[in-house]
């Protein structure tokens, strides 16, 4: 009975990841669909400020408003890449991997330096020469030690 409950709460916390998940991709989505209306109204009052109106002809730069949307339709473009292309890339599941290499990787290290430490405090012990371990095994069919 005990799994039953555990079983259900590990589904519980399993749908509460996904359904955050579901709610940060929605919440990028909306945030660039803002930003492509905002992207728009700004290039349309770009337009009309600068040639209809005739603000922004003493700048350095002619044709300034070009510019302006240029750059801006590029960092749209960023954001555009961003939340499709990037969020695929690295997304929860990637962050996960990455984890369990870097979690690895530091058990693969911490077994090294334990071995070498288990190595330095290890006294030096000598073997025993190959006449000693004779001499222990059939003590009998050996002559006698000549000093």
């Not at 492509?36 to 337009?47: H, N």
């Not at 700048?59 to 300034?64: G, N, P, V």
């Amino acid at each position: 009975m005990a799994s039953k409950t555990n079983k259900s709460a590990r589904i519980d916390a399993e749908q509460r990841e996904q359904y955050e998940y579901a709610r940060r991709r929605i919440k990028q989505k909306k945030r660039l669909m803002q930003h492509f209306i905002i992207f728009l109204a700004g290039a349309v009052l770009f337009i009309i400020l600068n040639p209809v109106l005739g603000v922004g002809e003493d700048f350095l730069i002619a044709d300034w408003y070009i510019w302006a949307i240029l750059i801006w339709a590029f960092i749209l473009i960023i954001h555009v890449f961003n939340v499709f292309l990037m969020n695929k890339f690295m997304d929860k599941e990637w962050e996960n991997r990455q984890l369990e290499k870097l979690k690895a990787k530091q058990e693969q290290r911490i077994a090294e330096l334990e071995a070498e430490v288990q190595k330095d405090q290890a006294p030096d012990v000598q073997l025993p020469t190959e006449e000693e371990v004779k001499k222990k095994e059939h003590p009998n069919l050996l002559p006698p030690d000549v000093e």
